[in-house]
């Protein structure tokens, strides 16, 4: 229960609140964006968001519905406070971020003296709220629904995610986050009866919003966006019933004081989306974890090119030795690789990967008897002394790491599972990577060794279906403003020769290198093979056994979602720009890289004139127009 006892010691019932009028206004620091909240009667709470005077939501719903806490209305308010935080993250946009928001915290009763209390904090690039339930009874509480809404002006649009229903798709692992983005709908276009996934990036005019929910512990359930009732409004809506563990809960629900996910809105422009980390800003603050075990980087990755037949002895010894030519930090060696090779000698190529410095991460499947997916291994990480001696067994060969895939669902059941396994996993360090997942909301910050998670379309389905690489430039310039905004994604990026596969790749291969800066995992797993590498020229391996594993910043440059994107990311005194173009036609980009300070020389990575070639040159320190292919992007960097 981090944070009850701070909340405890700044809100003393009957003691510095005082009761007010039924309106109340918070502003950020900057006083340029604003919120208000309205207590029009029982139950009946609402607020609205502005920026610069104009509105980005408008009256939306605020509430629960959970036994004897209905009806209620606010009674005190806390004075306006400042509050301030410090912290980094390794497997983020920025390594040391500082947090500042003006916070106001709301009493909301109903006539038996029964409810909880409203948080809201208003920082320069948003406003996130959450819900506390004292809950002193010790009776257990559980929340029914939750009446948290979103409402937009009619002629805003939005870029949303469908929510896949539950246990459908492949071995009805679905949901896992993994649908394609709908681009610029109308905020009047009927949501599926699913909802819609977080996070949803919405336009009203020349202000974005972007919506997630972030700090998830175990005492509720993971939400989404589904279907309000008036026009251009989106209501929190829980997950199906099928979405538990068996016997496991399905609603928020505890016997304790415990609070809802921050409710995030990041409001601003596409620069405010994309260098924000409000997502992670309210998060509850890093566990303690040994620092030599929190380690980012880069992973080869057999089955990505030659799929489950090759989870071989010889195949993993060669992506071994390729991750070291690389001078990449890890392999990955992934499904049934305890029946394809075995412990023992998994044990002799963690012994041989140390002598190249590399590292080995193991797959494994999440899932029980409820799970139809025959992958091995299986059933090992269901309970805490499952988890304790199959991870000690595995930390003792070596292993750095796991990647635990097909989880399929949102049920608060589902969720303490993840967080249970992210807790074992600390305590033996080892390094995480969660497959088939959910949206992690905040969890890089609170679970330093939470290197990665998928929840995204990514490159493994190129490699599957001609569709999805129709799709992927255009999808490709959506995830930097959307799923890649807070949390680190596993999208698994860059392959720069071919898919060996019967797909045929429409992205270029500068495309392809310029997400291995675009796209931020705490752990990049690259879709290349060690065939594949050989037909790259010396210059780009340069580049890419020389590339950061973290990063200290980032930059916005330009972009528009679903057309293109370039962004500046920064490490160790260098920036490393990376543009790609998600339309079926050239364009020109243009980056002024008079702007960086303390620059003296930029290389400039584009495609060459061949299918498949790059363009190595050096490029003055001016504002250039970078002329890039359909479907192509460019590396820039710059030192």
Not at 609 to 619: H, L, Q, S, Y
């Amino acid at each position: 229960m981090r944070g009850i006892c701070l909340f405890i010691s700044m809100f003393v019932y009957g003691g510095a609140l005082a009761h007010s009028e039924e309106h109340y206004t918070l502003s950020s620091p900057d006083n340029r964006l604003s919120t208000e909240i309205w207590s029009d009667g029982p139950g009946q709470i609402s607020y609205s968001i502005s920026k610069d005077g104009h509105t980005v939501l408008d009256r939306a719903t605020l509430g629960v519905s959970a036994e004897g806490r209905d009806d209620v209305r606010i009674v005190a308010a806390s004075e306006p406070e400042r509050i301030t935080a410090a912290y980094e993250v390794r497997t983020g946009k920025r390594r040391l971020n500082t947090y500042s928001a003006n916070r106001r915290i709301l009493q909301l009763r109903n006539g038996d003296n029964q409810g909880y209390d409203l948080v809201f904090q208003v920082s320069d690039d948003g406003v996130a709220f959450r819900y506390y339930f004292p809950n002193s009874t010790g009776q257990q509480l559980t929340i029914h629904r939750e009446l948290t809404s979103f409402r937009f002006p009619s002629h805003a649009k939005g870029w949303l995610q469908p929510m896949a229903a539950a246990k459908s798709g492949w071995e009805q692992t679905n949901p896992s986050y993994e649908e394609h983005y709908e681009q610029g709908i109308p905020v009047s276009t009927a949501a599926p009866a699913t909802g819609w996934v977080y996070p949803a990036l919405f336009q009203v005019d020349r202000v974005w919003a972007l919506i997630t929910e972030a700090g998830l512990d175990g005492t509720y359930c993971a939400t989404r966006l589904v279907q309000g009732e008036a026009a251009g409004e989106y209501r929190i809506g829980f997950p199906d019933p099928l979405e538990v563990m068996p016997d496991g809960g399905l609603l928020p629900a505890s016997s304790e004081p415990f609070y809802s996910p921050w409710r995030v809105v990041t409001v601003g422009s596409l620069a405010t989306v994309v260098e924000s980390n409000l997502g992670l800003d309210v998060a509850d603050k890093a566990i303690v974890i040994a620092e030599d075990v929190v380690k980012p980087g880069k992973s080869s990755w057999s089955w990505i090119n030659s799929k489950d037949d090759r989870i071989v002895y010889e195949e993993q010894r060669k992506y071994i030795d390729f991750a070291a030519d690389m001078n990449w930090q890890y392999c990955l060696i992934d499904v049934n690789w305890d029946r394809k090779i075995g412990y023992e000698k998994i044990a002799e190529l963690a012994d041989y990967a140390a002598t190249k410095n590399v590292g080995l991460l193991l797959w494994y499947n999440s899932a029980g008897i409820w799970n139809t997916v025959k992958y091995t291994p299986k059933d090992k990480l269901l309970t805490h002394e499952g988890r304790n001696e199959e991870f000690a067994r595995i930390k003792a060969m070596g292993i750095k790491g796991v990647k635990i895939d097909f989880f399929g669902g949102d049920g608060r059941s589902v969720i303490r599972y993840y967080i249970d396994i992210l807790e074992d996993a600390a305590k033996q360090g080892l390094l995480v990577n969660f497959h088939g997942a959910t949206l992690p909301r905040g969890w890089s910050r609170t679970y330093p060794h939470l290197m990665t998670v998928e929840a995204v379309r990514g490159f493994e389905m190129v490699t599957f279906m001609q569709e999805d690489a129709d799709r992927q430039a255009t999808h490709a310039t959506i995830l930097p403003f959307t799923r890649n905004a807070f949390d680190p994604m596993d999208y698994t990026p860059m392959n720069l020769s071919k898919v060996r596969t019967q797909v045929q790749r429409r992205t270029t291969a500068a495309f392809e290198l310029a997400t291995s800066v675009l796209f931020i995992s705490g752990i990049q797993h690259y879709a290349e093979s060690p065939e594949g590498m050989v037909q790259v020229p010396a210059q780009v391996k340069a580049f890419l056994r020389a590339l950061p594993n973290s990063w200290d910043d980032v930059r916005f440059i330009s972009g528009f979602p679903g057309k293109d994107v370039t962004i500046a990311r920064k490490s160790d005194g260098r920036w490393y720009i990376a543009g790609i173009n998600g339309e079926a036609e050239a364009k020109k980009l243009t980056v002024d890289l008079s702007t960086f300070e303390g620059i003296h020389h930029a290389m400039l990575i584009t495609d060459g004139p061949e299918a498949g070639d790059f363009k190595v040159e050096t490029v003055p320190l001016m504002e250039i127009a970078i002329a890039v292919k359909p479907n192509g992007g460019f590396v820039v960097v710059l030192e």
